[in-house]
């Protein structure tokens, strides 16, 4: 037989993680499904300073702190990657292992995923001169010149801390402006090592003995190439949401999923919350408030 839960809780970084704190403390038998590392992309970060009541914190400390506060009220955590879920009065997720688990509710918590940068021998390079987490290969470039590409809070957070180690940081931008807040802008451009190159595009890899060397780059308005010397590249040129397991008529066109203020989605029982939902503000706190939200629909749902 399968196992029964009265939820299932696809994604351990902070919506779904909050939301184990709210289920299992409804006293709902709760399981959590992370297909990655818990924590989600806060465990990736390097530190985060707009979470209410902590001035600062490394992200991975976040995430631990998270999940050992999810699993603190008999929450059940297990790695596994969702392949399909099937609506019903019992819902079934089946993962990629062929396992399936059945809930009497589901909250999809399964953030986004980085775009990779396409060019040719990009992925060939990842782990190798390419990386898409700063905190994770960050000291194999000491004092070594990186590229960041991206105007992103990720990309600009990255850069101040990537700017610590390395003896030089460029950041390329696609237009003259940034998307990242204000007050992280301001740091990046008062940073001595970080110099940022706007109305560009990466072009082309440089590689010299199996090493990446630099990147080429057009700009935008006068098809110039040139290149910038390196020897890491760093993109984080945005994400997309991991909802490829939810059916179709749950999302936006964009595939994030839709969800009313109680983070129901159009199927009955199931609930979203995070990143994954369409939204505005994609934060730590918006994620837990989502994931708090969500837990409370689900109990209420489940005990009428
Ligand atoms: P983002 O905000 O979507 O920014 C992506 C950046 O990459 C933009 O500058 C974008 O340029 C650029 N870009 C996109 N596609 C590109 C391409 N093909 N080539 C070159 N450049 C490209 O992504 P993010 O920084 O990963 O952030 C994702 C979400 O998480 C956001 O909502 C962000 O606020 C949130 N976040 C929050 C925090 C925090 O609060 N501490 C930290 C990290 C992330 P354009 O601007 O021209 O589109």
């Known amino acids: 037989m399968n196992k029964?839960?009265?939820?299932?809780?696809?994604?351990?970084?902070?919506?779904g993680l909050t939301a184990?704190?709210?289920?299992?403390?409804?006293?709902?038998k709760t399981l959590i499904i992370e297909a990655e590392v818990n924590g989600g992309k806060l465990s990736k970060t390097y530190e985060i300073e707009n979470y209410p009541g902590i001035k600062a914190i490394g992200g991975l400390e976040l995430a631990n702190q998270l999940t050992e506060h999810a699993l603190k009220f008999d929450a059940e955590l297990i790695s596994g990657k969702v392949e399909k879920i099937q609506d019903g009065e019992i819902k079934k997720v089946t993962l990629k292992?062929?396992?399936?688990?059945?809930?009497k509710a589901i909250i999809i918590a399964s953030g986004t995923k980085e775009r990779t940068l396409d060019l040719d021998h990009a992925d060939e390079y990842t782990g190798r001169g390419i990386s898409y987490c700063a905190v994770c290969d960050g000291f194999f470039y000491r004092n070594k010149d990186i590229v960041i590409i991206g105007g992103g809070n990720s990309a600009l957070e990255e850069a101040l801390y990537l700017a610590s180690l390395a003896k030089k940081v460029t950041i390329i931008i696609r237009r003259d402006?940034?998307?990242?807040?204000?007050?992280?802008v301001d740091k990046v451009k008062a940073n001595d090592k970080i110099e940022i190159i706007t109305k560009?595009?990466?072009?082309?890899l440089c590689i010299e003995n199996d090493r990446i060397t630099g990147l080429k780059i057009r700009n935008v308005d006068t098809d110039e190439i040139s290149t910038v010397e390196c020897s890491g590249i760093f993109p984080y040129i945005g994400a997309d949401p991991m909802t490829d397991f939810v059916p179709d008529e749950l999302l936006d066109k964009k595939g994030y999923i839709i969800t009313d203020l109680q983070m129901?989605?159009?199927?009955?029982?199931?609930?979203?919350?995070?990143d994954c939902i369409v939204k505005d503000l994609r934060q730590v706190v918006t994620a837990c408030n989502d994931g708090a939200i969500a837990a409370d629909s689900a109990a209420k749902f489940l005990k009428g």
């Not at 292992?97 to 809930?103: I, P, Q, Y």
């Not at 560009?200 to 082309?204: A, G, Q, T, V």
């Not at 129901?264 to 995070?274: D, H, L, N």
Request: charged residues 20%.
């Open 177 to 184: 402006v940034f998307r990242a807040e204000e007050s992280v």
């Open 20 to 28: 184990a704190i709210y289920a299992t403390r409804a006293n709902l």
């Open 200 to 204: 560009s595009l990466p072009y082309e």
């Open 97 to 103: 292992n062929g396992e399936e688990l059945e809930a």
């Open 4 to 15: 029964q839960y009265d939820l299932i809780i696809i994604g351990a970084g902070p919506a």
């Open 264 to 274: 129901a989605t159009k199927a009955k029982g199931i609930y979203a919350a995070g």
